[in-house]
């Protein structure tokens, strides 16, 4: 199983894959948050809940990966470079 996040400018959107079907997917808002910490926190939490709210006959197991797409993500470094759409990454 794995967690696939689309962070946009506004919204980010979170799927929980199993098998090769999104069996489940979420959302919280990218704005809002006073840092990218705080954010990083809420996205946490928001993939811990959604494993967490599939029920326990669903055969759910623990992620063994997480994609994230990001605008500006620079593969090298693993950060997010000068992302003009999200707010704490404009400089």
Do not use: Y
């Not at 794995?2 to 997917?25: E, N, P």
């Not at 959302?27 to 939490?45: N, Q």
């Not at 959604?50 to 797409?69: E, Y």
């Amino acid at each position: 199983m794995i967690i696939g996040i689309d962070i946009g400018g506004t919204t980010s959107k979170l799927g929980l894959v199993q098998d090769g079907r999104v069996i489940a997917h979420s959302r919280i808002p990218t704005t809002g948050h006073a840092d990218e910490h705080a954010f990083a926190v809420a996205l946490a939490k928001a993939c811990r809940d959604l494993v967490a709210a599939q029920p326990p006959t669903s055969n759910v197991q623990h992620p063994t990966s997480i994609g994230i797409g990001a605008p500006n993500g620079n593969q090298h470094t693993g950060s997010i470079d000068r992302a003009p759409n999200l707010p704490w990454k404009r400089d």
